[in-house]
């Protein structure tokens, strides 16, 4: 019997609960042509132990939603994500279970085994860490003739997004980014201005490391140095882009010419434009995926 219902206008999501500690979770489809459609026949569900007396949602400093659930003598506080998966030179992780990681790297495979629920992964030939959101885990991968690891270091420290260069461990918090040793001591941060906001999302390519804020401030770190250094001017994306209120995410190529971004649009819904920087001549080029003219059909093309 259905006890609770409560809906999250931010992510359009319906969550129900049940006598029995059942909790659905239907999530309203953006595209769909009508109110009747945008809901899935099927929903997902997860239990709990005891009766849902009430369900309410509410937010985080991560910006995702969490679901608090009163069963009278507990209260559950709970956070819908997709599992970890990451690929990165020839090593793939990914999640299996909220505590196992499946490690897999030239042709030989190994479980991790966690203390912690996995939020967020970061892998390299050399060290794999994990981390719950508030706690991370390094380990060192040894490759000897049965894969397996080694725990390095464990450390507390509020994370939303791992990345691993070198011997250097790259951690997003909630306001700023850390570059850690793997053994967890801070070797420096990334500063940011008040106006531009908290950075929201960084990625990894060779030695350079792309981060957007908030309010829309893309920065280039150089981290092959003793220290990181911008390795050009911070660019302002809402200038260069006329329908904008967020980078989605921002990476350089390779030799670090040139920058692709993706974004939400005002009214916060992903634009279909994938927008590139060229760093050498300060343009932005446009390419709409939402335009069929554009879009090549034939396979030799590509």
């Known amino acids: 019997m259905c006890t609770s219902l409560a809906f999250c206008k931010s992510n359009d999501t319906l969550a129900a609960g049940t006598n029995l500690g059942t909790i659905y979770l239907w999530k309203r489809k953006s595209s ?7 809901w899935p026949s099927i929903p997902e569900f997860c239990t709990i132990h005891g009766t849902v007396k009430q369900l309410m949602w509410g937010t985080s400093l991560s910006r995702n939603s969490l679901l608090a659930v009163n069963c009278i003598t507990n209260v559950f506080i709970l956070r819908q994500q997709p ?7 020839g090593i793939c992780a990914s999640q299996l279970t909220p505590t196992q990681i499946l490690l897999e790297m030239d042709e030989q495979s190994y479980t991790l085994k966690t203390e912690i ?23 060192r991968i040894n490759k000897s003739t049965n894969l397996n690891t080694i725990v390095l270091a464990t450390f507390s420290c509020d994370t939303e997004k791992m990345l691993i260069y070198e011997h250097t461990l790259i951690v997003l918090t909630p306001m700023i980014i850390q570059l850690r040793s793997v053994e967890g001591s801070i070797i420096q941060t990334l500063p940011t201005l008040p106006e531009e906001g908290e950075p929201i999302t960084m990625e990894l390519t060779r030695q350079y490391l792309t981060v957007a804020s908030l309010n829309g401030i893309l920065k280039i770190w150089d981290l092959g140095k003793h220290e990181a250094k911008l390795h050009t ?13 967020e980078i989605i995410e921002a ?4 030799d670090c010419r040139c920058v692709s971004i993706t974004v939400a649009m005002a009214n916060l819904m992903p634009s279909s434009i994938l927008y590139v920087w060229d760093i050498e001549s300060d343009q932005v080029h446009e390419f709409d995926f939402g335009e069929s003219n ?5 396979d030799s093309m590509l």
């Open 32 to 38: 769909s042509d009508s109110d009747e459609n945008a």
């Open 294 to 298: 554009d879009i090549i059909d034939d």
């Open 117 to 139: 629920q996995v939020q967020a992964i970061a892998v390299t030939r050399e060290y794999i860490a994990v981390s719950s959101g508030r706690q991370i885990i390094v380990n």
């Open 251 to 254: 990476r350089c190529n390779s």
């Open 233 to 245: 001017r911070a660019m302002a994306t809402y200038e260069a882009i006329s329908d904008f209120a």
């Open 83 to 89: 599992m970890c998966a990451v690929y990165n030179n």
